[in-house]
């Protein structure tokens, strides 16, 4: 997506909240209203666990919107004082305004975790940061940071000498840590894991998995990756950060960068691999050209 020369006058807003939530759908009419009504578009995920929302439109509807959540008495217990992340973009990112109930708000599968009672131990950006600087923590332990996100997110970018699991999806994520530990891919002794992904909300749940594993000092980077890039910008960060929306992938000053995603098998696809004669916007890229061109050699 090319930003220059263009006007950034959608705001774009993330946050998630651990609260047990008992009847989340009793909410999800009135959200819908109040998001429809504004001219927002994007998700709200409702779950016994919390809530997940990534949401856009102009200044003044998103200002109103937080403005409504925290003096609405139905929504203030769940909203209120609730981090949001905000970004800006040339265009809605969203094609439409979904509020979904889940069983969960992000799929661990583990359901001995009860994120809703107690947030696992964080680190501030600025914090990470300083101790990447002097290459240990506050006690004197070098740091382990450990990616939560998908691999083709990490392929896309991620910190300096992270270690990743390489999981397809996040609900693989517990088996995978455990191949790593038994394997000695991972051996977290000594060390601080501080866990990372996109917004937050996988690496806080990744964070008390691993604690809940025996992981004797594990923290989660508050705010993730996006609240990393607000405070402290490309420090010991290479590439960019996919987002799961029509951005595709933001760069360190929170602004869409080039990269597209495949409309065909939905692989992202970086500006370098946009000038391969293999790809047509919106019909191929090399990725999935690569898979056909294998597809029919082993018939």
């Known amino acids: 997506m090319e930003v220059k020369n263009k006007r950034m006058d959608i705001v774009n807003i993330a946050a998630y909240r651990f609260v047990p939530l008992p009847d989340p759908a009793l909410l999800r009419e009135p959200l819908k209203t109040l998001c429809k009504a504004l001219g927002l578009k994007g998700t709200i995920l409702l779950a016994p666990e919390g809530v997940n929302f ?4 102009s200044a003044p509807a998103i200002d109103d919107f937080v403005c409504r959540l925290e003096g609405d008495e139905r929504f203030a217990p769940l909203f209120k004082d609730i981090p949001i992340k905000r970004s800006v973009s040339a265009e809605q990112p969203f094609r439409r305004m979904l509020v979904r109930i889940k069983k969960e708000i992000i799929t661990m599968r583990e359901p001995a975790l ?52 390489d999981i397809a999806r996040f609900s693989d994520f517990p088996g995978a840590f455990r191949n790593a530990l038994a394997t000695g891919a991972i051996n977290p002794g000594g060390q601080h894991i501080v ?15 691993l604690a809940k594993e025996g992981a004797a000092d594990v923290s989660q980077l508050d705010g993730g990756i996006l609240k990393y890039f607000e405070e402290v910008g490309s420090s010991h960060w290479h590439g960019e950060c996919f987002v799961f929306d029509d951005r595709v992938a933001l760069n360190a000053e929170l602004l869409p ?11 992202v696809v970086t500006p370098a691999e946009q000038a391969d004669r293999r790809y047509q916007r919106g019909v191929s890229c090399p990725h999935c050209a690569k898979a056909e061109a294998v597809s029919l050699e082993a018939t």
């Open 114 to 165: 009860a994120p809703s009672l107690g947030r696992a131990p964080a680190v501030s950006a600025r914090t990470l940061a300083r101790w990447l600087d002097q290459g240990e923590d506050d006690s004197g332990k070098p740091i382990l940071l450990l990616d939560t996100r998908n691999a083709f997110e990490v392929d896309l970018g991620t910190f300096d000498h992270s270690v990743r699991l």
């Open 257 to 267: 960068t080039n990269t597209v995603q495949c409309y065909a098998c939905r692989a």
């Open 195 to 209: 866990t990372f992904c996109t917004g937050g909300i996988r690496c806080e749940k990744a964070a008390l998995f």
């Open 54 to 57: 990534f949401l856009a439109g």
